[in-house]
């Protein structure tokens, strides 16, 4: 019997969040007992059940009504009763998340028809834009034949311990390249839900919102196959901000959805009111294609100016910090989880941002976070907001605390910090998904230990969900032994199941197709979006009113860029005002201008092309062809504009020398428009910088990973925390 009730979306400037039970107030004039709203059931191949003058999905298709199919139940009972009816196989794969994309468009043009973009991928996880070719095997980069098929409990383990040996990995990517743990692959998909059992999956895929729509709806009615009909919950990492150094597993870059400033340019807006609007909007546009669970955002803070995930963050004030990302938790999710919901993983607990000597826990090199100035604290402010908000999940680092009260193991494995700490002291009832890997390739402190006890480890420290597995042989086999307390695989499974339950999944997890492109990138979120662009560039110098740029005035304006992957050349393009928006004349060359504009744009610092040597914020070790710019300004008056991702070091262009620079501004990923109407005057610069920038290489070295820059002292900041001014 096929059944699709489809969801009815309609496109308003700012949607109410749906109720998955609505309490309707009929009552008549004779006080009869209110009814309760039916809600859209979506269904592909189970029964509908009608009873009471309410329908049902007959999900295990047993032919009556189990608690867990009734919708007029608390999430908690209809959890437990499902609970009883899940075999211990069912529970640990239920346990696991990790990769898996769909065949992708690439794929599907190269298969001469025989293959549709949003076809299920039984070819592995894949990476950015697809999979169906091959499987990634347990090597890094290893190809595994498609037709090689794979019984649960099988196959190497991500290529960095097995169960009994020593790994050959320390962990996480080389410069050379590679798959960090499990993030690039997984199993084909109808192994994952039908011989692992999974029902949590990433979706690192980069395509159309038609096609992510349609796979979605494919991988819900293949769940719903199954013996018990328990939907997927399908995850990604952030899809609505601009970066320009997006790596695997951190961001998937540019996508189809609407485009807002990075995580670092809508803090630098000062702007609460619009980051919810930018978290509503952006709730939508996910919703509507099926991804229901957020691995975002994070609440570390960026107090260690070298560290490679500081565009990721919104900034080195935790007070601040903390207002977004309750803003953030709110917009997404609602004040609490329902049906109109995207349940948020708030990471990384309890802040990454403080590793020794600016290196990333990814790596063995990395893996300690330092508290020189006694500052540990301060990095619970932000996690604070995001439990009271309601986080339905939270994610700790790979890192392992250095110098503290806390065990020195890794924190997915640490009961002080997850147990004690976070759940204790801070109150989180939430689930706790570990970071993708810590089992495999980023074990620290418990390098010593075989995966079944780094399992059992991590059990106890809190761990719910896993991140980066998807064969549950390894799990199974430490429930079996009995060396973890059933208690603790029961209570995980709960707490996954209530989030499911909350969000209406077991209701209705499909989607409307024609909606969904519609919603995605849609005219009222795309001017919401644009308005954040704008004020999210800073101003941070303007001598003699250099700008705004008088009418009739010939400028040159330069982009530069390089990329991030690789030995890629410089990017360089001239804004050319074909269309006449700007009463400025924008010329070709340098020497025909009155004025010039250079947008540097720096392309160090990536999370996986880390070599392990010290991190140099200087321009120069960052992609940036100096003597190049200053080339340039040093024949006419010129404006420098500085894409930071980092708080750069800026002093081999910016320095007593360049007489002939009065303007500096600062962006954090927007838009070339963005920037001309700024200096144009059409738009006042309001935006206010999310960290303090250093002077020097020198005051790099010597300030303290876990203090803000703020707090560093007088001569450490060229920019200080919150500048900016506007005409």
Known sequence: MYIDMKPKT?????????????????????????????????????????????????????????KYEDWRLSPKIRSLDLLSQMSVEEKAGFMLINSLNMVGARAAEAS????????????????????????????????????????????????ARSDTGTGTRSGGQDAQGGFVANMNRGSGTKTMVKGFHNRH???????????????????????????????AVIASNPRNNITTNASL???????????????????????????????????????AVGLRKGYMYMADLSTEPRWSRVNGTFGENSEWVAKII???????????????????TTKHFPGGGSGKDGQDSHFARGKAEIYPGGMFKNNLIPFKAAIDAGTSAIMPYYSLPEGTEYEEVGYAFNKGVINDLLRGELGFKGIINS?????????WGVEDLTKSERYAKALRA???????????????????????DMALIDSSVCRLLKEKFELGLFENPYVNVEEAVKIVNNEKFRERAALAMRKSIVLLRNENNTLPVKPNTKVYFESLQRGTRGQQPDTRDVYLDINHQYDAEFVKTPEEADIIILWVQPGGNSLFRSTGEPVSLSLSKCGVDVDYVNSITAKKQAVLIINYTNPWVINEIYNEETKNVTGVLATFGTTSDAILDIITGKFNPTGKMPFSTPVSDEAVEKQKEDVPGYMEGPGYALFNYDEGISY
């Open 201 to 231: 999956f990433i979706l690192r895929s980069n395509e159309s919102a038609q096609v992510t729509a349609e796979w979605a709806n494919k991988l819900q009615e293949l769940c719903e196959g199954e013996p018990l009909g328990i939907p």
């Open 462 to 484: 809190g761990v719910n969900l896993f991140s980066g597995e998807s064969d549950p042989a390894v799990l199974l086999e430490v429930i079996k032994s009995g060396s973890v």
């Open 10 to 66: 309609k496109l308003v400037g700012k949607l109410l969040f749906p109720a998955l039970i609505v309490i309707s107030l009929c009552f008549n004039s004779c006080g009869r007992n209110p009814k309760i709203a039916q809600p859209e059931l979506g269904a592909r191949s189970v029964k509908i059940l009608d009873l009471d003058s309410y329908r049902f999905k007959d999900l295990n298709r047993n032919g009556k009504l189990d």
């Open 249 to 287: 597993g951190t961001s998937v870059g540019t996508t189809v959805f609407t485009s807002w400033p990075g995580e670092l340019g809508l803090s630098a807006m000062r702007d609460l009111e619009l980051v919810h609007e930018f978290a509503d909007d952006s709730r939508q546009e996910w919703i």
């Open 326 to 344: 309750r803003e953030v938790v709110l917009g997404f999710q609602g004040t609490k989880l329902n049906s109109g919901s995207v349940a948020l």
């Open 112 to 159: 001469a028809g025989r293959l549709s973009a949003s076809d299920l991928s039984e070819g592995g996880g894949g990476g950015f834009g697809g999979g169906g070719g091959f499987e990634r095997g347990g090597g890094y980069g290893q190809e595994r034949p498609q037709n090689a098929t794979r019984q649960p409990g099988q196959g190497a383990r991500s290529g």
């Open 435 to 443: 970071d993708t890997g810590p089992l495999t390739s980023m074990p």
